[in-house]
């Protein structure tokens, strides 16, 4: 074997030594992508669990949100105030969700979990109200498109209730 062939031997050796690095790295990332996206599901989660805890987390607390969601009783205009802060949370923790989601950041059962219990949410009529009045500015047009779908849907079922009843 002369000297240029041996060279030539080398270079493939190089060359297959290199695919072999990229695969690993592929990989690798890969992995990385894998703890990424379960770490940031995870953290979503420990959010919407701790803000949801301390929506109820005394009973006065309780009877306010039962007051406001289900329209059992009037509201102060302190209370209003507060509320429209814990629906700008609460959905506040959904878009954050939904933009993950989106961006394959999430993974799909937890966060299908989070949208159900942004549609619960928008049960309620005051919930409805803030969504339109001021929930709608300065979201991302699709997340302003999946609540508006939600909401219509919602009152398309109330409707046919109402209807039939």
């Known amino acids: 074997?002369?000297?240029?062939?041996?060279?030539?031997?080398?270079?493939?050796?190089?060359?297959?030594?290199?695919?072999?690095?990229?695969?690993?790295?592929?990989?690798?990332?890969q992995q990385n992508n894998k703890i990424a996206r379960a770490d940031l599901t995870h953290s979503i989660w420990l959010s919407a669990g701790a803000?949801?805890?301390?929506?109820?987390?005394t009973p006065e607390k309780a009877e306010l949100m039962h007051r406001a969601l289900y329209s059992t009783g009037p509201l102060t205009e302190i209370e209003k105030l507060q509320m429209r802060s814990v629906i700008g949370v609460a959905l506040g923790v959904h878009e954050a969700a939904f933009n993950a989601h989106k961006r394959g950041l999430m993974e799909d059962g937890a966060y299908?979990?989070?949208?159900?219990?942004?549609?619960?949410y928008l049960l309620s009529p005051f919930v409805q109200q803030w969504w339109a009045e001021a929930g709608r500015r300065g979201h991302d047009p699709a997340y302003v498109a999946l609540m508006d779908e939600m909401v219509a849907k919602i009152n398309a079922k109330r409707k046919t209730r109402a209807d039939g009843a």
């Open 1 to 29: 074997m002369t000297l240029e062939e041996i060279s030539y031997v080398g270079q493939a050796v190089a060359a297959i030594a290199v695919l072999v690095s990229l695969a690993a790295v592929y990989g690798q990332l």
């Open 51 to 57: 803000m949801n805890l301390s929506l109820y987390d």
């Open 112 to 120: 299908s979990t989070l949208e159900q219990a942004a549609r619960l």
